[in-house]
């Protein structure tokens, strides 16, 4: 089993701050890359930003400069720095990690359970 904890979400004003943080636990072999998505009701599951096991960052255009993308291999935990957030902003923002349970098994795409961000005054 794999699991996926996400924290840090919550309720922020305009131009404020949140750390969201995700950690692996289980049966891990290895952990490829690692991301944060996001969702907002009717609407598909975006990409926010991910990075790699040697720390390369992609993020969306819409949250360069204001997110920053980060992890620690050792602790298997990656974390979103999110900085002069926008009421657009707001949605439920998920975890994800490629994850080999094995040297035998695949990479496999693993999600948390996901956390509220609202930005709104």
């Known amino acids: 089993q794999v699991q996926l904890v996400e924290s840090g979400g919550g309720l922020v004003q305009p131009g404020g701050s949140l750390r969201l943080s995700c950690a692996a636990s289980?049966?891990?072999?290895?952990?490829?890359?690692m991301g944060w998505y996001r969702q907002t009701p009717g609407e598909q599951r975006e990409l926010v930003a991910t990075?790699?096991?040697?720390?390369?960052?992609n993020y969306a255009d819409s949250v360069k400069g204001r997110f920053t993308i980060s992890r620690d291999n050792a602790k298997n935990t990656v974390w979103l720095q999110m900085n002069s957030l926008k009421p657009e902003d707001t949605a439920v923002y998920y975890c994800?990690?490629?994850?080999?349970?094995?040297?035998?098994?695949?990479?496999?795409?693993?999600w948390g359970q996901g956390t509220q961000v609202t930005v709104s005054s």
């Open positions: 289980g049966s891990i072999f290895s952990i490829d890359a």
């Open positions: 994800s990690a490629k994850i080999r349970r094995s040297v035998t098994l695949n990479l496999a795409d693993y």
């Open positions: 990075i790699t096991s040697g720390g390369f960052a």
